[in-house]
């Protein structure tokens, strides 16, 4: 009986010292790599917007417009059907924010 009290004390041990070793690896990334990895991941997702436009174009409330760059590179575009010119060019702008956060680029472009 006295044996089994010393195995169990030493199994909650162990585990202690596992979740302390565990602890110290949480604390060895430094703040700023975590916020680093954490907005990559950020970048990914959905945003609601995209959501938003996807549900217009099936609903027939939305169009796409095929923009197509100096480079040759062609941006697909969401504007609802009564979509005027500036309303165009800041879905644009959105488009391209959004693609550049997205692959890391540059942080800001001069329109």
Known sequence: MWKRRFEKKSVVDDI????????EDEDAMPHSEFLDIFEEGLALMVTLEEVNSQVA????QAMTVRVCKGDGEVMPIVVVQ????LDLKKAIRRYMELKQRREGGVKHIGW
Not at 16 to 23: A, L, N, Q, S, V
Not at 57 to 60: C, M, P, R, S, V
Not at 82 to 85: E, I, K
């Open 16 to 23: 202690k010292t596992e979740g302390e070793e565990e602890e």
């Open 57 to 60: 174009l099936e609903y027939g």
């Open 82 to 85: 009564s979509a005027t010119v």
